[in-house]
């Protein structure tokens, strides 16, 4: 089980800056130590035009593959399961997102964005995050907010982890919140 205040949640209404949080940590922790070991992804919207026509998952060494679209009409597609107007492409996620969520023995800390619906259609997602928790390696990771007051279960089941520290993003708070994970990662994390 992670160790309390290891499992650090960012949360907020969609649109908040979520992800831009959790990408301006994650670069200051790595200009503050270079020899950091960082595992995980982010998801970062696809646009067409002005329009927002999907998602890709980003792994922080740098590959990319889609995780949802609007747009795409191969046949293979039909099957995929949907969320809103969003085909969302298991294969492709799993197989950029499973590999940096195995944990390693020089693994100093995980970054998953997001723990949301798209990606807990992998069946084998939730069971790597649950690895990553046990592993004692802190985590920094983004959930939705419940909608309509229901939570997604598996979004549940990591909110209410007993070494969970939720940090809820507002437009007024962003750069305090921010401040605060980094300090608290700071001291979590092992010194240069």
């Given amino acids: 089980m992670a160790a309390p205040g290891k499992c650090l949640l960012v949360t907020g209404p969609p649109g908040v800056g979520k992800t831009t949080l959790v990408m301006r940590?994650?670069?200051s922790l790595k200009a503050s130590n270079p020899h950091l070991k960082v595992q995980g992804f982010y998801t970062r919207e696809i646009r067409e035009g002005g329009d927002r026509v999907g998602f890709e998952v980003v792994t922080l060494d740098g590959r990319t593959g889609p995780l949802a679209s609007s747009?795409?009409?191969?046949?293979?597609?039909?099957?995929?399961?949907t969320v809103g107007r969003y085909k969302v492409d298991i294969a492709s996620f799993e197989s950029l997102a499973l590999p940096v969520l195995q944990v390693k023995e020089d693994t100093n800390l995980f970054i998953i964005d997001e723990v949301g619906k798209m990606e807990l259609y992998s069946s084998s997602f939730f069971p790597a995050v649950l690895k990553v928790l046990l592993s004692n390696v802190p985590l920094l990771a983004s959930i939705p907010v419940p909608r309509n007051g229901r939570d997604i279960p598996g979004v549940a089941r990591l909110r209410n982890h007993p070494g969970a520290e939720v940090f809820t993003v507002s437009a007024s708070n962003r750069d305090a919140v921010r401040e605060e994970i980094y300090?608290?990662?700071v001291d979590l994390l092992p010194k240069q």
């Fill in 25 to 27: 940590v994650f670069e």
């Fill in 71 to 81: 747009t795409i009409s191969a046949s293979d597609s039909l099957r995929w399961p």
């Fill in 183 to 185: 300090s608290k990662l």
